[in-house]
């Protein structure tokens, strides 16, 4: 709402200075009706108080400030009346924070990405149940999770150092190259019968009973 604050006028008031004050309101009233505003003539507009550096609702949980310091000012909040506590802050150096947001395609719904403070801290959804989403607290560690048709594929995660976790087949690929483990100790697996040629359909157990046999029947003739 513009404010005007006509200027004071006493018995001593000369003719002259008269006739200056007459000039000043003229001109104030000029810039008020023309639409005009600045923080002289304005302390509220559509809900927000005006001052000088800042433009903010009336109960301080959303605004803009202008003020300038030393520091990494606080140019727009949103969120809580304590800026510091505030869901949304921009700061003067371009820094944003913010506790979730939402992206998504044009009409609003999917494909998106999502963050939010609880559960999923950041997901990619190709539609309501097939996602990859960070977990930060999956057995007091992080986890990359992948969902198909509401169903965990598969995750990533630090549980036992780091693991790889299918659910179901896990399929690694190498398009024109070969797959290489370089471990520092040993590659472990739990028994001999886990390793299998799909060609022959046999495992490495099976060649290794295999060939005990045969060594067994030349000794035993």
Request: proline share 3%; no cysteine.
């Amino acid at each position: 709402m513009a404010m005007f604050q006509a200027p004071q006028v006493v018995a001593q008031t000369t003719h002259d200075q008269l006739l200056d004050l007459f000039a000043r309101v003229v001109k104030e009233l000029e810039f008020i009706v023309n639409g005009a505003i600045d923080s002289k003539n304005v302390r509220e507009i559509g809900g927000y108080n005006v001052n000088k550096t800042e433009l903010q609702s009336k109960d301080g949980a959303v605004g803009l400030s202008s003020a300038r310091t030393d520091e990494d000012d606080l140019r727009i909040w949103a969120g809580d009346p304590d800026r510091a506590k505030a869901a949304f802050k921009v700061f003067e150096s371009g820094l944003v924070t913010l506790t979730k947001f939402l992206l998504s395609s044009t009409n609003g719904e999917y494909p998106k990405i999502e963050m939010g403070s609880e559960g999923n801290l950041l997901a990619a959804f190709y539609n309501e149940g097939t996602y990859i989403s960070i977990e930060p607290d999956y057995g007091q560690g992080p986890s990359l999770n992948f969902v198909r048709n509401g169903e965990i594929q598969g995750r990533l995660n630090t549980i036992l150092g780091f693991e790889v976790l299918s659910i179901g087949n896990m399929n690694i690929q190498s398009a024109g190259g070969s797959v290489k483990l370089n471990p520092s100790e040993t590659v472990d697996i739990q028994r001999w019968s886990k390793l299998k040629n799909i060609d022959e359909n046999k495992t490495l157990q099976d060649e290794l009973n295999e060939i005990y046999n045969r060594l067994e029947s030349l000794e035993n003739p």
